[in-house]
């Protein structure tokens, strides 16, 4: 839910987006003072939600979680990071409170960032590195300030790596609120605000090991928020009709809740989707779970013998009795279908293997699983 008072921005859309395209939000609804809105895909694929709320802390509906993935890491600062406001001095308003559960803290100056970052480039880019690979469903970033101006929107980019931090996915684009969304003493006068970006298909990402945030200036000075543009916005692909912002948010917490990603070859259910490791989709293209050619030379010395019959056995589960898991190789014995597979491991199967059954110390013949 996105809720505002302001009735005056009835008619604005919204958008973020997730490697280029773009989300709307519809036409809002005014009912009673509180606007609720819902999210529409651009497209018919899966896409993230963001939900905002606002106002005190006990309006957000969420508070700061201290048992989150990332509790207590601190990230690494990257190239272009442009460090803190210089009123924000103490280490602990510094990369610890990103994740140390608090919020503000009596400082009234945590999580500060610096000012005037150049338009369009992000004042804080911070890397976090996951001791074990995740599966992520929700991303929460507070903001706020004692003085409830425009240092309590925000505008930021999430990007998820699982090969620790080589290759990033498309970026997801967050703008708090709407461009020209004003607070200051006079509109609105919110302490906090809070985004939380989940998936409509259930996880943003999967088998994560690091994730990486861009955070932008906010506003203008004077309370009022703006994307961080001059001109046309890439993320959206529209210009919000104002100059970049100079202002900084105060990031008070960020929250990553999520899942183990599912491990390849322990037999067990990790994730808790129900399938388990190479039957797991979360597992397709993983080492442990890629098939030798021909397939029935389970243990890849390059013959079809007693050995990998032994592995196919275990694995053997009869027509409609599933693939069995007590092998990660197990998927690989399910050939029907040309070797799309039918989801047992039965008679079929067994042909196929005997087709390419070569004896010890034999090479076995790549083409015997061709057809």
Known sequence: MFTTRLGYIEDVLVEFSKGGEVMRMM?????????????????????PRIVV???????????FSSIDLIQGLIPQALPGDRGWHPVNTDPADQLPAFTDG????????????????????????????????????????????????GRVFHTYTI????????????????????SGTINNTQFNQWRVVLSR???????????VNSIR?????????????????????????????FNAPISSPLIW??????????????GIDDDGDGDVDCLDSDCTGSSECTCNDPFADADGDNDVDQSDFGIFQSCYGGEFGGILTTSPYC????????????????????NAFIACLSGPMIPADPACDDN
């Not at 699982?162 to 290759?167: I, P």
């Open 213 to 241: 945030f861009h955070f932008y200036a906010a506003d203008n000075s004077e309370g009022q928020t703006r994307d961080p543009f001059n001109g046309v916005n890439p993320y959206t692909g529209r210009d919000d009709g």
């Open 197 to 207: 970006v989940t998936d409509t298909s259930g996880r943003l990402a999967t088998r």
């Open 159 to 178: 990007a998820f790596s699982s090969d620790g931090g080589e290759t990033f996915s498309p970026e997801i684009y967050v703008q708090s609120h709407p």
């Open 102 to 149: 608090a919020g503000m803290r009596a400082t009234g100056l945590t999580g500060l960032l610096n000012d005037f970052p150049p338009a369009g480039e992000p004042t804080k880019l911070i890397r976090y590195d996951l001791p074990l690979p995740v599966d992520v469903e929700e991303v929460r970033v507070f903001t706020g300030n004692n003085n409830r101006d």
């Open 27 to 47: 036409k809002m609804a005014l009912t009673g003072g509180v606007l609720a809105v819902c999210l529409l895909p651009a497209s018919l694929s899966a896409e």
């Open 253 to 266: 917490e960020i929250d990553v809740f999520g899942v183990p990603s599912e491990i390849c070859d322990n």
């Open 331 to 350: 998927h690989c014995f399910d050939r029907d279908y040309g070797g799309q597979g039918d989801g047992d491991v039965d008679m079929e199967d067994f």
């Open 53 to 63: 709320t606002q106002g005190e802390e006990a309006d957000l509906g969420a508070t």
